[in-house]
């Protein structure tokens, strides 16, 4: 079922080359958007009947409906989202940063501010299954950055409404406006605006193939996050890992959907059989059995590498969203580790822990792009201006150095912008 592959005799395209899906929705998209900014609400309203199934009378979500969630989430999973948000909460506020003064020559000040962007729209994917993880990952960033209004998107349940567990994480993490409607047409309410939902200035949050291309067609109007593919975790396993923890790890990735990455690179020939083996028997009795095989079938690969150096060196170059190092000495090797969305170290830290309660962030960079990209934090909601001044002595000292820098690229207004507040002096 899993391809093993061995580094060195397989050929690079087949250890290197990612799955790289075309969905060819690009003008479906950009009809919806074109509908929803042309006929706002009644759009909304029209699209959640289509798509979702889901007659609506009203979009936002009421203080009731919350309550209601509230009373209907069961205790023992609202004190773990209470403590998951508390654990998110401790890690990002580390991630606040502060302005800067300069003032070290006389008459000369400089400087720079971050400010909140102030109105944010999350993206919460509803589909097979509810996410309120995703809504404490995006929220209590943003939360913390000081944003002062975060609209929440979500899909309706053919019942018109969204699910408890993910209302009761808004309201844990301070969500203050939450409506009913998914899909593209979402995007395009927070991107221009309805009668009912606020235009914001960045989306942020993963969604299917039309919600990414949404985001990238409304990308200019607002700012997003980034664009987001299929999930992927890639291991880095030695011949000590127990081949069922491999295992286990590979298809809780796999089991996110068909297009989903599972990778093992271990120096470990025995391990990469037994792995194998092990996939087969785990993805027996799991519930996504569908979904996480096709996975593996289309994605999935073990490579077997000379050395977990090798193998570090691999990963590298293929810049997963997630990475486990799955070593008895995972910071003998955190140090070469340059490409990557958020890694696991040890053998006890699985990349669920990550999606759901450590405390870092669960939107990644994917497809590779953690070569450039970072998983979300509060940086990405604010927003930074710089600031000069200068005393008219501390400006008469450089103006003709600005004149002689302006008129080399041929701008002479620039030049005579600094010249003509000394003209008649001498300079």
Not at 199 to 212: D, F, L, M, Q, S
Not at 281 to 301: D, F, H, M, T, W
Not at 335 to 351: H, T
């Amino acid at each position: 079922m899993i391809r093993i592959l061995r580094y060195g005799k397989d050929t690079n395209e087949d250890i290197f080359t990612r799955f790289t899906p075309q969905y060819g929705v690009e003008d479906v998209v950009a009809e919806i958007l074109d509908t929803v900014r042309r006929e706002g609400d009644r759009a909304l309203f029209a699209y959640n009947e289509k798509f979702d199934g889901a007659v609506t009378e009203e979009l936002r979500v009421s203080e009731a409906e919350i309550a209601e969630a509230m009373e209907l989430t069961e205790p023992g999973l609202l004190e773990v989202i209470r403590q998951a948000a508390a654990n998110i909460r401790k890690f990002h506020e580390k991630q606040v940063r502060s302005g800067f003064i300069i003032n070290d020559v006389s008459g000369v000040l400089m400087g720079q501010k971050v400010t909140p962007i102030e109105k944010v729209g999350l993206y919460v994917p509803g589909g097979t299954a509810p996410y309120p993880s995703t809504v404490l990952m995006d929220a209590i960033p943003a939360k913390i950055a000081g944003c002062s209004e975060l609209v929440m998107v979500t899909p309706p349940g053919r019942d018109g409404r969204v699910n408890p567990a993910i209302l009761a994480a808004a309201y844990i993490a301070g969500v203050d406006k939450i409506f009913k409607v998914g899909g593209a047409q979402a995007v395009a309410a927070l991107a221009f605006g309805t009668e009912s939902i606020p235009r914001v200035e960045k989306i942020v949050g993963p969604g299917n193939a039309y919600v990414a291309e949404a985001k990238k067609q409304v990308y200019g109007f607002v700012a997003i996050d980034g664009f987001a593919g299929p999930s992927e975790v890639l291991m880095v396993a030695d011949g000590r890992t127990d081949p069922r923890y491999a295992a286990a790890d590979m298809l809780a990735q796999a089991e996110h959907d068909k297009m989903s990455t599972a990778v093992l690179l271990t120096d470990s020939e025995a391990l990469a059989s037994s792995v194998a083996q092990e996939l087969e028997k785990q993805l027996a009795v799991l519930p996504r059995r569908e979904i996480a095989a096709a996975s593996l079938e289309k994605n999935g690969k073990i490579i077997i590498t000379d050395s977990i150096a090798q193998a570090v060196e691999i990963a590298n170059e293929l810049a997963p969203e997630h990475l486990e190092l799955c070593l008895d000495n995972p910071f003998d090797y955190l140090d070469m580790v340059k490409n990557a969305g958020s890694v696991f170290l040890g053998r006890y830290a699985p990349e669920p822990l990550g999606d759901y309660f450590g405390g870092t962030n669960h939107t990644l960079p994917t497809g590779g792009t953690a070569k450039f990209a970072s998983p979300l934090s509060v940086d990405d909601f604010v927003k930074k201006y710089q600031y000069t001044y200068y005393t008219r002595d501390a400006f008469s000292r450089v103006a003709e150095d600005i004149a002689r820098f302006a008129r080399q690229e041929e701008l002479e207004g620039h030049a005579r912008s600094c010249l003509v507040r000394f003209e008649g002096e001498e300079q």
